[in-house]
């Protein structure tokens, strides 16, 4: 499994940003999904989770300005970022798992390479 996150950049505070995860190989196996971010100096924190059939989860810091979809036919998901603020700054991970993922990093297999948001102030 193969997974290809992209979509980061730099935004001003109060801005979007719409990030996306393409996973290729097998496919199946990324049943349960999530998003992950990891600031300088910082462990990685859970961001938000979606399961197969679209039930969703999120942190407290993002709940109601974050996203979390997925298109099972395009094999992807994505995460609408809004009101966006400097402490949002960070690597995003995206990370799957045929098996239940809860917010802990270790419960995800497979992990993409990162895509990069700077919120400026």
């Known amino acids: 499994v193969q997974l290809q996150a992209s979509g980061g950049g730099l935004v001003q505070a109060g801005g979007s940003l719409r990030l996306a995860c393409v996973v290729s190989g097998r496919t199946f196996s990324a049943r349960n999904m999530a998003w992950f971010r990891q600031a300088p100096g910082k462990e990685r924190e859970f961001v938000s989770r979606i399961t197969w059939s679209g039930s969703t989860d999120y942190s407290d810091s993002v709940k109601g300005r974050f996203s979390i979809s997925r298109d099972n036919a395009k094999n992807t998901v994505y995460l609408q970022m809004n009101s966006l603020k400097p402490e949002d700054t960070a690597v995003y991970y995206c990370?799957?798992?045929?098996?239940?993922?809860?917010?802990?990093?270790?419960?995800?297999?497979?992990w993409g390479q990162g895509t990069q948001v700077t919120v400026s102030s």
């Open positions: 990370a799957a798992v045929w098996d239940i993922g809860t917010i802990a990093a270790n419960s995800y297999n497979y």
